[in-house]
């Protein structure tokens, strides 16, 4: 057997396995429940190409931007995306660790950037805290009554 018609056979082989696992549905099931990696490799790639000192410190924008992105399509696309309800203020928490990458490594010591930054990080947190009340308040508020009830009955003056 010549080198040629082994190699054709190994080629022969690996198209007849890909064929097969497409048939079984193995790639759909990859593609359905890992796609978020595909914004994922990209974002911790341009991050590795900056620490590696290939590309400027202007990557680290998108490159936060599309790691916390990546990883909030991955849980809401492996819990359920009823989750996005919760996890929609981490949108504008992306733009905010993309800008404070840059701000921190970056050569730019840009005041406006820190601070635009912290103000996105912040109105991403009361975003989330304002979401987390909405939602679960009628709970919160259901317990703070409960003990504020039991406070009175506890704290009355005992007549004897």
Do not use: D
């Amino acid at each position: 057997m010549n080198k040629q018609s082994a190699a054709a056979g190994v080629l022969v082989l690996v198209a007849g396995l890909v064929i097969l696992l497409g048939k079984l549905g193995v790639f759909a099931f990859i593609g359905t429940v890992f796609w978020p990696l595909f914004i994922l490799i990209p974002g911790v790639l341009l991050h590795v190409l900056y620490f590696g000192r290939i590309v400027p410190s202007a990557v680290l924008i998108p490159a936060g931007i599309l790691t916390i992105v990546s990883i909030v399509l991955l849980i809401c696309n492996w819990f359920g995306w009823e989750a996005m309800r919760y996890l929609w203020p981490l949108f504008p928490f992306a733009i905010a660790v993309g800008l404070y990458e840059y701000y921190i490594f970056g050569y730019s010591r840009s005041r406006t950037i820190w601070t635009i930054s912290v103000v996105l990080g912040g109105l991403s947190i009361l975003l989330f805290a304002l979401t987390l009340l909405w939602t679960w308040g009628i709970y919160l508020f259901a317990v703070v009554l409960i003990g504020v009830g039991a406070w009175l009955v506890l704290r009355r003056p005992k007549i004897w």
